[in-house]
Nanobody, 125 residues
């Protein structure tokens, strides 16, 4: 059974940090692009950061310089280190996977194959 399970969400004040994790199982993790997406109340889901199977990354402009995506293929785990958090980062955060077709990380924002159920991040001002 293919599964993605997020953890690490919570409530912090603006300027703080959180580290999200996503544990993957049931598929060959190392062959997949992985990404973090978020959806704030009343807004559409947006891509936050992605990393391809080779470790190349891509970030949304809104998080560049503050968030870092990484992956540990030995542990089948994806991470998102979030620093300098802002109230506008408040959202449900989801991890997702897409088989890597070798088109570069930008292609990994679309047509994801598997999704986790999300972890809630709340940033207070």
């Amino acid at each position: 059974q293919k599964q993605l399970v997020e953890s690490g969400g919570g409530s912090v004040q603006a300027g703080g940090s959180l580290r999200l994790s996503c544990a993957a199982s049931g598929y060959t993790y190392s062959n997949y692009c992985m990404g973090w997406f978020r959806q704030a109340p009343g807004k559409e889901r947006e891509g936050v950061a992605v990393i391809d199977s080779g470790g190349t990354t891509s970030y949304a402009d809104s998080v560049k310089g503050r968030f870092t995506i990484s992956r540990d293929n030995a542990k089948n785990t994806l991470y998102l280190q979030m620093n300098s958090l802002k109230p506008e980062d408040t959202a449900m955060y989801y991890c997702a996977a897409q088989i890597d077709y070798g088109l570069g990380p930008a292609s990994c924002y679309y047509d994801m194959d598997y999704w986790g159920k999300g972890t809630l991040v709340t940033i207070s001002s």
